[in-house]
């Protein structure tokens, strides 16, 4: 079964048992005809992110991710604070089947609402904190730069600036080693270029060859054949030429010349 | 031994003239005292009896029906043209023996024939070695060897660039890549086109330099190669009017690997040089009546 049976067969199972989430249910009964209360929960379910969030941060060790993090954490900060009014509007409403004590009760919690938004932790106030390693160092602030939450970002940025001119003169030390190791890197890639370029210049070269191979396989398995062919006959000749036969009648004819040059000695004599 | 040549020319020219006598002319004889007296004039140095013995040697092949022999003959009296500096001749016996070859089925050798002529007229006749070498690349693309006619291409294009024809020469370049993609060789179709782009650099035409290159870029094979970065390297500086830049490039191993015809070209590129400021400043005011 692959990864998508299963998770459509999950979807389809969890969507007949919803019926029996009792969370869910709850929720879905809560914001039902209720604006307030339908808010009033998202807001909830938002600050709740935020907190965990928050959270991450404090374990998290990459500095960039952490601040990246934390401008993430304010800013649903800010559309959070954005939004309180509008849910205050909303509790002031009277709904049906509301007594006024779960009115005045819905008032309070909207109150307590930006205490409960400011709360949440964005680095800022969790900068001494996060900072607990470094010797904090008294700081003079920056009345220049303004930031929106009003400086409280000092303490953060003087110890950063001690770490940051660590980083600093590590970085030009690395920067000056590498840029030795650049130049060692632009020979090597100029090399392989060249190499690159031969190597496919070689392989084009080789496929322009390859017919021609295989044309002078071909001829060449014709020339063979016909000198095999020639061979055959050429050994038939020969071997017709010295066969014992005609050897025989030779010697024997040679041996007649002989006798009669012999006998013809002998009667001249 | 002079003289035993001129016998034998004298012998074999009876033996193919008809007359009372002889009512057919006897060709194989004939061309093997050709062929000797071919080789006695060439020993005594006296080309151009040889050259006449070798075209006559080379007729009387025809006649025997041996195309091969004949297209031989015909080649060698062309290298003693050549040699002579008698250059109609060496056209017109490198075209002959191309014929024969053609006619022997063989397209190798008969663009070769073309080529070996087209290379002799480079610096005397350069039109006609234009038209030898477009010749010489049809023979060889009609037999479906394109892969062959890659130098024919390139000797023709430097010719062109010779005559200081860069539209042709660029065309030319164009054709070869056409001719790579046939055989599927992507270097050198893709160095063909960069080649064709710096041609029309050179020539000072940036449209067509740019329109080419989109052309180009339409051919996968192009668009992922080293040629068509230097290539888009090369317009965006010029572009810009970027002399550095373009010397830059031009000096890049990528523009080190093609012909060196064009490699020359390349180092010379920013002669171009006030065109390329100019179309910079023009670029600029353009820009800035569209803001």
């Known amino acids: ?269 | 031994m002079s003289s035993d040549p001129e016998k034998m020319m004298s012998k074999a020219d009876k033996m193919t003239k008809l007359t009372l006598t002889r009512w057919s002319a006897d060709w194989r004889g004939a061309t093997e005292l050709y062929e000797q007296a071919a080789n006695g004039f060439r020993a005594a140095n006296k080309y151009e009896k040889a050259k006449v013995a070798l075209e006559k040697a080379s007729q009387g092949q025809v006649m025997q029906s041996s195309p091969w022999d004949a297209a031989k003959h015909m080649e060698s009296a062309a290298a003693l043209a050549q040699k002579l500096s008698i250059w109609d001749e060496v056209a017109d016996f490198y075209k002959k023996a191309s014929e024969l070859y053609v006619e022997c089925g063989r397209a190798q050798p008969a663009s070769d024939a073309l080529g070996k002529a087209a290379r002799a007229l480079e610096d005397v006749k350069p039109e006609v070695a234009i038209q030898l070498y477009t010749d010489a690349c049809e023979i060889l693309e009609e037999d479906g060897r394109d892969q062959m006619a890659f130098d024919l291409y390139r000797a023709c294009a430097s010719v062109y660039i010779k005559l200081e024809k860069f539209a042709d020469a660029a065309t030319f370049f164009l054709r070869l890549g056409v001719a790579a993609d046939k055989c599927d060789a992507t270097n050198s179709q893709c160095k063909a086109y960069l080649s064709a782009i710096i041609v029309y650099l050179y020539g000072h035409d940036l449209k067509q330099a740019e329109k080419c290159y989109n052309d180009c870029s339409q051919i996968d094979a192009f668009l992922k190669s080293d040629q068509n970065r230097t290539a888009s390297r090369l317009l965006t500086a010029y572009n810009e009017g970027d002399i550095e830049e373009i010397k830059k490039v031009a000096c890049s191993s990528t523009v080190s690997n093609l012909d060196h015809v064009i490699i020359k070209l390349a180092r010379k590129l920013p002669t171009g040089d006030v065109t390329a400021v100019q179309m910079n400043a023009g670029d600029d005011l353009d820009e800035d009546d569209l803001t």
């Open chain 1, 1 to 269: 079964m692959t990864v998508i049976d299963i998770l459509t067969r999950v979807d389809t199972i969890c969507k007949k048992y919803d019926k029996y989430d009792v969370d869910k249910q709850r929720e879905a009964n809560i914001s039902g005809d209720d604006a307030f209360a339908r808010l009033y929960g998202a807001f909830e379910t938002q600050i709740e992110t935020a907190l965990e969030k928050a959270e991450l941060v404090t374990k998290e060790k990459n500095r960039a991710s952490a601040v990246a993090m934390n401008a993430e954490i304010r800013r649903t900060k800010a559309r959070l604070a954005e939004e309180v009014p509008k849910l205050q509007r909303l509790a002031v409403k009277r709904v049906k089947g509301l007594t006024t004590e779960e009115l005045a009760a819905r008032n309070d919690l909207v109150l307590a609402l930006p205490a409960r938004i400011e709360a949440i932790p964005d680095g800022t106030a969790g900068g001494p904190k996060s900072t607990s390693a470094w010797a904090p160092s008294t700081t003079t602030s920056r009345p220049d730069i303004k930031f929106d939450s009003d400086g409280r970002f000092d303490d953060d940025y003087f110890q950063e600036s001690n770490e940051s001119s660590q980083f600093r003169q590590e970085f030009e030390m690395r920067r000056i080693k590498q840029a030795s190791g650049d130049q060692g890197l632009d020979m090597i890639s100029e090399g392989l270029d060249a190499l690159k370029n031969m190597a496919s210049d070689m392989n084009e070269e080789l496929d322009r060859q390859v017919p021609l191979m295989d044309e002078i396989d071909s001829k060449v398995d014709r020339a063979t054949s016909d000198l095999k062919n020639t061979n055959v006959r050429l050994k038939d000749t020969v071997n017709q030429l010295r066969s014992s036969r005609n050897f025989c009648i030779d010697i024997v004819l040679l041996c007649i010349v002989l006798g009669i040059a012999a006998y013809l000695y002998n009667v001249l004599k």
